[in-house]
T-cell receptor, first 115, second 109 residues
Framework: EPEVTQTPSHQVTQMGQEVILRCVPISNHLYFYWYRQILGQKVEFLVSFYNNEISEKSEIFDDQFSVERPDGSNFTLKIRSTKLEDSAMYFC?????????????FGPGTRLTVL | RKEVEQDPGPFNVPEGATVAFNCTYSNSASQSFFWYRQDCRKEPKLLMSVYSSGNEDGRFTAQLNRASQYISLLIRDSKLSDSATYLCVVNKGYSTLTFGKGTMLLVSP
């Protein structure tokens, strides 16, 4: 299975602080996604990123969220001022390396705990 | 109606049993369908894609009925290692995935 990597594996922060979650997707692919999963709930779509632009975002992805591609291989999800309800697993996902399907492969996730 | 709805579970079965999971989806524009498996506090992992003609991968068989907007997964000869949460997932093309809440399977010796 293609590999997507994420760092850190666990991030603990105080409410109101900024956090940056990082992902290295499958190489040579222009599509990229972020999802989150609150403990005990379903996986929810946050944002998709295509060719250095946001292509779609959910209502969860409000003004406190941003996504960037600081260099050719890394993507980041920034939460500007964390709230308690931002505590969740955050997954990035990449489509199949073949580029001909819409299958998505998920990274191991970052567990964000907001205190 | 929820976008993707699954049996609430959990399903408790003995080793060797056959277990079936059901899923319905509300968006008739959905184009691609998948079953993912998720172990506790881990990422979703693709189990198999689901096609209208039905497809099989070893002990796993998936079926899709577009007219009924219904997807199923059958696991034969359950193993202890099959214990996990099974996620029904749909995709409106080269776009976002919509997940069901998942059905937990517990296989006991």
């Amino acid at each position: 299975e293609p590999e997507v990597t994420q760092t850190p594996s666990h991030q603990v922060t105080q409410m109101g602080q900024e956090v940056i979650l990082r992902c290295v997707p499958i190489s040579n692919h222009l599509y990229f996604y972020w999802y989150r999963q609150i403990l005990g709930q379903k996986v929810e779509f946050l944002v998709s990123f295509y060719n250095n632009e946001i292509s779609e975002k959910s209502e969860i992805f409000d003004d406190q969220f941003s996504v960037e591609r600081p260099d050719g291989s890394n993507f980041t999800l920034k939460i500007r001022s964390t709230k308690l309800e931002d505590s969740a697993m955050y997954f990035c996902a990449s489509p199949s390396p073949a580029g001909t399907t819409d299958t998505q492969y998920f990274g191991p996730g970052t567990r964000l705990t907001v205190l | 109606r929820k976008e993707v709805e699954q049996d609430p579970g959990p399903f408790n079965v003995p080793e060797g049993a056959t277990v079936a999971f059901n899923c319905t989806y509300s968006n008739s524009a959905s184009q691609s369908f998948f079953w993912y498996r998720q172990d506790c506090r881990k990422e979703p992992k693709l189990l198999m894609s689901v096609y209208s003609s039905g497809n099989e991968d070893g002990r796993f068989t998936a079926q899709l009925n577009r007219a009924s907007q219904y997807i199923s997964l059958l696991i034969r000869d359950s193993k202890l290692s099959d214990s996990a949460t099974y996620l029904c997932v749909v995709n409106k093309g080269y776009s976002t995935l919509t997940f069901g809440k998942g059905t937990m399977l517990l296989v006991s010796p």
